[in-house]
């Protein structure tokens, strides 16, 4: 029994030191893996490993797409920006131009715009190849998609702009049509000027040195002076300037136009540092410019607003904020953040100064201020990108500046002035008297938009 005993430790005691010379050399078995923890460990046979670029090139398209999505929802806050700042009787007509230009414009801009703004160019003044997004159907790169899905929005922006300025007194049929063609062409021709290169195209001011990152420029400005054209041709509203003198048309819901304030200022996270076009750590940067010159262009339009009129003003306030939206876009992406807030706060003096100067000294009637807002900060907006610029600025960066503001007005204003004319001569620009007194809504679409509440007889117009 003893004999066992001894036998049985010796044995163990071989064994032991078996196993640790095994795995002093190595040659343990590793321990058992669960096949579900070996299929998570190891990469499926013949399934290639996910590369940074990869990834890269995945986030880029996700913030693509959300910054796209961002500035589609910009259509509601224009949408509630001009309900807001105008009369009742008007507010359904006003939701469906901003619906319908969203509508009209992606088809034009898918038809013709994109090819026009981004296609292959040998002259640098517009694409020639592209018209039905056939690029994608030729190469399958779905970039194409993703890049047009952004570039659509825009177009979208830039038509949505007029309507605002020729509220409550033009004809549908005219809104569709003229949403069209500065989708489709007035808007893509500069475009291609200044953006082609992001693209296929190579347009002859980007040429130039033309610094424009979002577009104050190439958006807001080609919105704002084709209103201003609009606005021209149909006139003003009507008991606006009666016996020479100018009557405030006040808005029937600020809370409304509020809202759409604080809508297009988030919505114009995506259309700044969306502007990127990819996942960097630019964005960061962009975000900080935007929010600070949409802050300092709220203060400055506010102050300026109580130096004139004695009360701190809210819709001047709420106009400023665009106004610093406005402004920053073209250098959101080369000024530093303290030249954001001086830039925003420069926008909102002007804003209110030319609201003022357009509706008085012109007497141009713009009932929610777009000319001014998107035009005229537009402009202000070019420029500053230029004199801010954080690398430093030239006399000639300044001249590429005021070559890129004069060009957009050259070409937009006559062009607009001249379709506006056309639609006036063939199928009407303008509803009748007794449209305009009645309200669109019923008029035009056979729907108040507030059927359950009495309408105030000041707000339906003035009798003829």
């Known amino acids: 029994m003893k004999r066992l005993l001894v036998v049985t430790i010796v044995a163990l005691l071989l064994s032991s030191a078996g196993v640790l010379y095994a795995e002093e050399q ?61 009369r009742a009787k008007n507010t359904v007509n006003i939701l469906m131009k901003n619906l319908m230009d969203m509508s009209m414009g992606a088809i034009a801009y898918w038809a013709v715009g994109f090819a026009i703004m981004f296609g292959v160019t040998k002259t640098g003044w517009f694409g020639t190849t592209g018209f039905f997004l056939s690029d994608f159907a030729q190469d399958k790169d779905p ?16 038509a949505t702009i007029v309507s605002g300025a020729m509220a409550e007194r033009t004809r549908f049929v005219a809104y569709l049509a ?64 009666a016996n020479g003198k100018v009557k405030a048309i006040p808005g029937h819901n600020i809370a409304l136009g509020a809202l759409g304030v604080f809508i297009l200022w988030f919505g114009w996270y995506g259309f700044n ?15 900080v410019n935007t929010t600070l010159a949409a802050a300092g262009g709220a203060v400055g339009a506010m ?55 357009i509706d008085q000294v012109l007497k141009i009637d713009d009932p929610v201020g777009a000319i001014s807002v998107h035009g005229v900060c537009g402009a202000w907006g070019t420029f500053a990108a230029g004199l801010f610029n954080a ?39 303008r509803v009748s008297a007794e449209e305009e007194l009645e309200g669109l809504d019923v008029e035009e679409h056979g729907i108040e938009a507030y059927p359950d509440f009495q309408i105030h007889p000041s707000a339906k117009g003035l009798k003829l």
């Not at 890049?147 to 922006?157: G, K, L, N, R, S």
């Not at 300026?304 to 402004?327: H, Q, R, S």
């Open 26 to 86: 190595g040659l343990s078995n590793p321990p058992e893996v669960a096949p579900a923890e070996q299929q998570a460990a190891q990469p499926a046979t013949g399934e290639p490993e996910t590369t940074a670029a990869e990834v890269q090139t995945n986030a880029d398209f996700v913030w693509t797409l959300v910054a796209a999505f961002l500035v589609f929802f910009m259509q509601a806050g224009f949408a509630m920006v001009e309900a807001g700042f105008t």
């Open 143 to 158: 970039w194409t998609l993703a890049f047009w899905m952004f570039q659509v929005v825009f177009a979208a922006t830039a």
């Open 178 to 241: 003229y949403s069209v063609v500065i989708s489709g062409l007035i808007y893509p021709v500069f475009g291609s000027w200044a953006w082609g290169s992001l693209y296929k195209g190579n347009g002859w001011l980007e040429g130039l040195g033309f610094i424009d990152f979002a577009g104050s420029t190439v958006v807001h400005s080609v919105g704002g002076w084709a209103a201003l054209a609009g606005a021209i041709v149909i006139g003003p509203r009507l008991g606006k300037y």
């Open 273 to 287: 540092p969306g502007s990127t076009t990819a996942a960097t750590k630019d964005i960061a940067l962009i975000a």
């Open 303 to 357: 102050m300026m607003a109580w130096i004139m009129f004695k009360k701190p003003e809210a819709t001047m306030t709420l106009n400023g904020a665009l106004a610093g939206l406005v402004g920053i876009t073209a250098g959101c992406a080369n000024v530093l953040p303290g030249s954001a807030v001086l830039i925003g706060i420069i926008a909102g003096i002007i804003v209110v100064l030319s609201v003022v100067f």
């Open 391 to 429: 690398e430093g600025v030239t006399m000639k960066i300044l001249g590429v500046q005021l070559i890129g503001i004069v060009a957009a007005f050259l070409w937009v204003f006559p062009t607009a002035f001249i379709l506006f004319k056309l639609i006036k001569a063939t199928i009407g620009l």
